[in-house]
């Protein structure tokens, strides 16, 4: 079987795998994906996408109480001890789950529930996750180019020409973290748009519920601009050249998500420098008092 493959931007004559451009374990739609070759599919899914879930946890934890982050511990010595935690993916979990799953990030050891008063995760992503959401926005702003371009009838031979120019291509490899052969290229990749956010909720058939949206905007300029949001709260706009004219000024994806309520605020939650913090409910002790730097808007009551 012969297919084209956008991730590693060549065509192959082996049995090709689903690329979910935008990743199921995000609430991707499961119908919208694209053939790719089994090297580039692995690649994808070890760079951002086996990552994605627990760097977009804040939705995710205000439906299902689920959280999987690195954070600071609050011990019953009133210390601060860097962790890591996880959790059951079974939303039915004890209410407390959290505090039973504690890991010393240094020593990788458990740390017993009855020594941790508190812990405080950051709602924004740190640097290094920045950089891997950058990644996998790259890749789903890429993918949804193709997959749009391909439902217009454009033929695979044309797609390649428009991913193999260089700001695009240039964001192919950033995409999947490959060296950049020829000289550097400026990415305009802008991060914490809530005007964005806002244009593209209100644009939604449905406003009241989460939505991803992918806008591809072809300019007069011969410039092409991607605009997009993931459930409504992480934004982001990226701005690419284009030599080749497409015969399109504007593509377009919405994917509501039915079981989500949207949001009341349109606030950007990729760089927000929020914290929460929680209180362990099985804790038995003297309370040490909450550092200075975990209060803030997310935690007043704390």
């Not at 205000?62 to 010595?77: F, Y």
């Not at 020829?182 to 990749?189: I, L, S, T, W």
Request: aromatic letters at 10%; a neutral charge.
């Amino acid at each position: 079987m012969s297919y084209y493959c956008f991730l590693c931007n060549d065509r192959h004559e082996d049995l090709p795998t689903e690329e979910h451009f935008i990743p199921k374990s995000i609430d991707g739609p499961k119908n919208q994906w694209l053939p790719v070759c089994e090297s580039s599919n692995t690649r994808s899914n070890s760079i951002f996408d086996n990552d994605a879930r627990d760097m977009l946890y804040w939705v995710r934890f205000n439906n299902t109480n689920a959280l999987k982050r690195l954070g600071e511990a609050l011990l019953s010595d009133g210390s601060l001890k860097p962790f890591k935690f996880s959790y059951y993916e079974d939303s039915g979990q004890v209410k407390d789950s959290e505090f039973r799953y504690i890991f010393d990030r240094e020593t990788n050891s458990r740390i017993p529930s009855e020594k941790v008063f508190a812990i405080a995760v950051p709602v924004g992503l740190s640097p290094e996750e920045q950089k891997t959401y950058c990644r996998g926005l790259s890749k789903i702003s890429i993918g949804a180019l193709a997959y749009l371009l391909k439902n217009q009838g454009i033929g695979d031979s044309t797609i390649k020409k428009v991913l193999m120019q260089t700001s695009i291509d240039s964001i192919r490899h950033f995409a999947l973290n490959c060296l950049w052969p020829g000289k550097p290229v400026a990415m305009r990749f802008s991060l914490g748009r809530s005007d964005i956010l806002d244009r593209l909720q209100r644009s939604c058939s449905n406003k009241k519920i989460r939505n991803h949206v992918i806008r591809i905007d072809f300019k007069e300029d011969s410039s092409i601009q991607i605009e997009g949001m993931l459930y409504s709260q992480y934004g982001w706009v990226l701005d690419l050249s284009n030599q080749i004219s497409m015969g399109v000024k504007e593509l377009r994806l919405e994917n509501p998500i039915s079981h989500m309520d949207a949001p009341a605020s349109m606030k950007d939650l990729s760089l927000s420098p929020d914290r929460i913090c929680i209180i362990n409910p099985d804790y038995v002790g003297q309370c040490p008092d909450i550092p200075l730097h975990w209060r803030n808007r997310e935690n007043e009551n704390a």
